[in-house]
C-alpha cells in the first residue's frame, strides 16, 4: 500500500479540504483521521495497476471534494489530471487546494460528463479532455455501474482503461451493466481488491472499440434510465 506518509502534502491537503469543509460542504467526513484512511489513502487504490500506471492523461468524473483525484495527482506528477463536476462551489475548493499545494499537473473543469463527453461537430478538432481522448478515466460514489459506464468510457481513448471505484456490494450491480460496456465499446472487465479499506474494490474496464456516437445520450438519460 502506498505510504501517506512519504509526503507531507497529503497532510496539507487534509488540512485545506477540511478548512473549507467548514463553508462549504465538500466532504461527508470531519474527522481527520477518517479523512486519511477514506479519502486520502482510499483514493490511491489504483497505485500498481499496470492500467493506472501507463496512463499519461487521467480524468476524474465526478470529483467532488477532489477525490481521488487530488491524492493521485499528488503521487504522480508526471501524470496530467483533468478534474471533473457539475456542481462549480465544489471546484472552487478543489482548484484552490491544487493551486496551495502546487499541482501544476491539476486542471478543475466544471461540465456534466454527457457535455464534456459530446461528439465534436464537422471539422471541430477533438479536445483533451474531450471524447476518446483519454488514457484513464477514474471514478469513485458517483452513480451505478451502468450509468457509470456511459458517462466514462466515452472519454477513453481506444485501449485505454476506465478504472470504477465500488464496493463488493455492488456485485450485482456491476454484472448487471456488462451489456451495457459492451454497448459503449468496453470489455475485458476485471476486478482487484482496493487494500485500502475492506470490501472495497476496483472495476477495470478496457476501451476495445470506439463508442458509438450516440452514446452518451442526453444530459439525465444516463442516469434516469440507465442502459441494460
Ligand atoms: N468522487 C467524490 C465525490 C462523490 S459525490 C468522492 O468520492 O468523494 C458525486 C459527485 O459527482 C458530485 O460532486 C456530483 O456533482 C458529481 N456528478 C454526478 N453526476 C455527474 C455528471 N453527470 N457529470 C459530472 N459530475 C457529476
Known sequence: MFDIGSDERFERLADLILEWNEKINVTAIRDRGEFMQKNVQDSLA?????????????????TGGGFPGLPLA???????????????KKLKVVADAAEKLGLSNVQVLHSRAEDLAMAPKKGEVPKLPGRESLDCVVSRAVANMSTLSEYCLPLVRTGGHFIAF???????????????????????????????????????????????????RRKGLPASEPLK
Open 74 to 88: 499528488i503521487a504522480c506528477p508526471d501524470k496530467d489530471f483533468f478534474l471533473v463536476d457539475s456542481i462549480a
Open 46 to 62: 489504483p497505485l500498481g495497476l499496470p492500467e493506472f500506471d501507463c496512463a499519461k492523461t487521467a480524468l476524474d468524473l465526478g
Open 166 to 216: 465500488k464496493t463488493e456490494n455492488a456485485m450485482e450491480e456491476i454484472e448487471a451493466a456488462s451489456h451495457a460496456i459492451e454497448l459503449l465499446g468496453g470489455g475485458e472487465l476485471r476486478i482487484e481488491k482496493a487494500g485500502s479499506e475492506d470490501g472495497h474494490i476496483l472495476v477495470i474496464v478496457k476501451k476495445l472499440r470506439q463508442t458509438p456516437l450516440k452514446y452518451p
